[in-house]
């Protein structure tokens, strides 16, 4: 059986819903992948303080903004990812195919057998804005199952890979694929 990363995104949460959530889950490790761990907004999510008060809560915290973490420029001499209209998204997925993200994803899994459940946090509340659903495409393909956690009381929900994602064993790249809407079919003339 496949096992299960949680992926969590703080936004105006508090942090004792935020960690709720994450007990709901049985998560026992945050692996914080923003690549500036701190919010002006939301200083109870600054790296310091997290690390100061996690572990009173039951949860151990680990960052792996410097090898997962967005703000990802595009590698302009490359076209494999032009699928991705979202230029930060584009980005990330050109750095997915660096051996810095595959040593962070590395040191990611790792953690999460060694510690058990782990959940990866970025700001974002919903993992379909955020670099965190690239990630989950990429753990998904190495068997994987990931769950995003939304909110407490409700279900977690099940990452599927995305739709236009193409896969090469453990390589995955977002190709340019058809943005034209279907034509509509025009009625004979009987």
Known sequence: MAQTVFTIGHSTRTLP?????????GVKLLVDVRTIPKSGTNPQFNR???VEQLPGL????MWLGQQLGGLRKRDMASEQNAGWDNASFRGYADYMQSQGFLD???LLLQAAEAQGPAAYMCAEMMYFSCHRSLISDALLVRGWQVAHITAAGKPSIAHKLTRFAKVQGHAITYPAYDHQPRTKRRRSAS
């Open 104 to 106: 962070g994803l590395q």
């Open 17 to 25: 819903e935020l960690v709720g959530a994450l007990q709901e889950h």
């Open 58 to 61: 039951g949860l151990q915290y």
């Open 48 to 50: 310091e303080r997290l």
